[in-house]
């Protein structure tokens, strides 16, 4: 089982429309999400990431994440099909001397319809 | 300022043969990740600098991975005797600490073909 699951998709939206992408993830000792957006044939840009339970909002992105079912997720209002991307999450493991492996899941690929 | 850049952008190597992956991480960031990447994945993480120093580098692939930064800045990731498996894009990452994470900045990353 992969450490951190997303539903690969695609998800199809209208535009206008509220996304809502989701992941979960298997080590309970994760300190930190993350998500990234990214363009096929681009390199990952991160959107945000999130370490404490409930919501943190910035623009029109919304994280999400509960640590007791182990579940994260993002939230995008106002969907426009400039954001028709595939996106990532990932984990931080807790860290041991000092070691920073970002654990990242598939991606799920995003689909604005115009 | 200038973000991360990697070179070469495209690499095709014939199986068998060495290759080096250069990556120029912003200035100023101390930590510097490279990250495999196959099609239709997530990255895969390789190895983390911090400075000068491979704090982790659990996960290259076997001995023929090598992973250097000598003098705290550039990196280079070196692959010997190249295998079709190695076929992916090589992701760097370049990171200052916030609050309690990495915010981490890629680069182009380089396409390996390996025929």
């Known amino acids: 089982q992969k450490e951190v699951e997303q539903n690969s998709g695609p998800l199809s939206v209208p535009e206008g429309a509220i996304a809502s992408l989701n992941c979960t993830y298997s080590?309970?000792?994760?300190?930190?999400f993350f998500w990234y957006r990214q363009y096929s044939g681009k390199s990952p840009e991160l959107i945000m990431f999130i370490y404490s339970n409930g919501d943190k909002e910035d623009g029109r992105f919304t994280a999400q994440l509960n640590k007791a079912s182990q579940y994260v997720s993002l939230l995008i209002r106002d969907s426009q099909p400039s954001d028709s991307a595939t996106y990532l999450c990932a984990s931080l493991p807790t860290p041991a001397s000092g070691t920073y492996k970002y654990i990242f899941g598939t991606g799920t690929r995003l689909k604005v319809l115009a | 300022g200038a973000g991360v850049s990697q070179s070469p952008r495209y690499k095709v190597a014939k199986r068998g043969q060495d290759v080096a992956l250069r990556c120029d991480p912003i200035s100023g960031h101390v930590s510097l990740f490279w990250y495999q990447q196959a099609l239709g994945q997530g990255p895969e993480f390789l190895t983390y600098?911090?400075?000068?120093?491979?704090?982790?580098k659990s996960g290259l692939p076997s001995d023929r991975f090598f992973a250097e930064r000598p003098e705290g800045s550039v990196s280079t990731l070196k692959i010997q005797r190249t295998q079709q498996e190695d076929s992916a894009v090589y992701l760097c990452?370049?990171?200052?600490?916030?609050?309690?994470?990495?915010?981490?900045?890629f680069g182009p990353g380089t396409r390996l073909t390996v025929t």
């Open positions: 080590d309970r000792g994760s300190q930190s």
């Open positions: 600098f911090q400075n000068e120093a491979q704090l982790d």
């Open positions: 990452a370049s990171s200052f600490l916030v609050d309690r994470a990495y915010e981490q900045y």
